[in-house]
T-cell receptor, first 111, second 114 residues
């Protein structure tokens, strides 16, 4: 059972553009929504995370938008750079329980 | 991140062989996890352990077993490897009670079963 659905599976964006990756979840008990970034040959690493008491969180060029009523959240990368090319995973968890990951999005930023 | 290490980094084996993947961490975390990554399927949890005496099945535990030898060591075994277990395997750790439940991943083991 896939509790977190992520789209698109792959995305190509021109340098300087906005990259948008979407996730939808089913379990309304989830209360923690992180995004992980993975470069080739490396393990995933936490990029940014949000809790459902806010609708948006911004860290530099990276923003999470959260829509509790729609059970959706998204990652926006502003002014996308070639160095942002990586695989991105959304995830969700309830309290301190285990994370449930989305299917991943392979992002390519063309120079 | 050298705080979480996995051995081997690459392994090619044959169908029916037993294989063990090892994970060690120097972060002092209580919790450890094993995931497999497949294209289009994301990261799927195989087993997890919240402390040395605690072992739990994840969503895809069939064909796998684990051992938590110490707080710092968590190994994953494939008792009789099959080709559809060809994947990238990751170990991760985190600390109970951490503010953001952040998991720290090892560099991965690429396993090929012929």
């Amino acid at each position: 059972q896939q509790q977190v659905k992520q789209s698109p599976q792959s995305l190509i964006v021109q340098k300087g553009g906005i990259s948008i990756i979407n996730c939808a979840y089913e379990n309304t008990a989830f209360d923690y929504f992180p995004w992980y970034q993975q470069f080739p040959g490396k393990g995933p690493a936490l990029l940014i995370a949000i809790r459902p008491d806010v609708s948006e969180k911004k860290e530099g060029r990276f923003t999470i938008s959260f829509n509790k009523s729609a059970k959706q959240f998204s990652l926006h990368i502003m002014d996308s750079q070639p160095g942002d090319s990586a695989t991105y995973f959304c995830a969700a968890s309830q309290g301190a329980q285990k994370l449930v990951f989305g299917q991943g999005t392979r992002l390519t930023i063309n120079p | 991140d050298a705080d979480v290490t996995q051995t081997p980094r690459n392994r090619i084996t044959k169908t029916g062989k037993r294989i063990m993947l090892e994970c060690s961490q120097t972060k002092g975390h209580d919790r450890m996890y094993w995931y497999r990554q497949d294209p289009g399927l994301g990261l799927r949890l195989i087993y997890y352990s919240f402390d040395v005496k605690d072992i739990n099945k994840g969503e895809i535990s069939d064909g796998y077993s684990v051992s938590r030898q110490a707080q710092a060591k968590f190994s994953l075994s494939l008792e009789s490897a099959i080709p559809n277990q060809t994947a990238l395997y990751f170990c991760a750790t985190n600390q109970a009670g951490g503010a953001y439940n952040e998991q720290f991943f090892g560099p991965g083991t690429r396993l090929t079963v012929l």
